[in-house]
T-cell receptor, first 112, second 109 residues
């Protein structure tokens, strides 16, 4: 079934630990995105990639890094987790430009 | 700054009609999206408007007025399964999406 797969579904992480959230899509979309969603706030863009080999910073990039080695995968890494990174993280992809986003099912991360 | 405003919460009755408003102030405009998000799930695409006017898709319609920086999502013949959050997002001149905080719609029998 075509779509976006995120892993893990949920995770409890001790502060200071390193964590990589995985995201894979099989729709051959050029653009991929990482968002965080917190209660009462809109989706906030962390990092994005317009095409394989390129990445860019979004609205809230600090404490996060990404890579885009190929079209399908777009992992998000928290180098040293802090409690303020407790959130629901969504990976998304789009074909190009103003095409709608397709979202993964999200990763619920709790940093203690 | 860029800003999207939509009501935090709305309540409506099953079978009725509800209109969810969205106003925006952005640097440029390349389209407005509406997404539906059920609790604990991912957002899913509902509609896209780039020109003024009404776009109809079954029970859902979306309206845009670029001169007023205004859109609404109209849901007809409400069903219990329409209970969800509805997210308004505007694509700015850099093709970046600016998101509203979402409107939680509660449907009562």
């Amino acid at each position: 079934i075509a779509g976006i797969t995120q892993a893990p579904t949920s995770q409890i992480l001790a502060a200071g630990r390193r964590m990589t959230l995985r995201c894979t899509q099989d729709m051959r979309h050029n653009a991929m995105y990482w968002y965080r969603q917190d209660l009462g706030l809109g989706l906030r863009l962390i990092h994005y990639s317009n095409t394989a080999g390129t990445t860019g910073k979004g609205e809230v990039p600090d404490g996060y890094s990404v890579s885009r080695a190929n079209t399908d995968d777009f992992p998000l890494t928290l180098a040293s987790a802090v409690p303020s990174q407790t959130s629901v993280y969504f990976c998304a992809s789009s074909d190009s430009g103003n095409s709608p986003l397709h979202f993964g099912n999200g990763t619920r991360l709790t940093v203690t | 700054g860029q800003n999207i405003d939509q009501p935090t919460e709305m309540t409506a009755t099953e079978g009725a009609i509800v209109q969810i408003n969205c106003t925006y102030q952005t640097s440029g405009f390349n389209g407005l999206f509406w997404y539906q998000q059920h609790a604990g799930e991912a957002p899913t695409f509902l509609s896209y408007n780039v020109l003024d006017g009404l776009e109809e898709k079954g029970r859902f319609s979306s309206f845009l007025s670029r001169s007023k920086g205004y859109s609404y999502l109209l849901l007809k013949e409400l069903q219990m399964k329409d209970s969800a959050s509805y997210l308004c997002a505007v694509m700015d001149s850099n093709y970046q999406l600016i998101w509203g905080a979402g409107t939680k719609l509660i449907i009562k029998p």
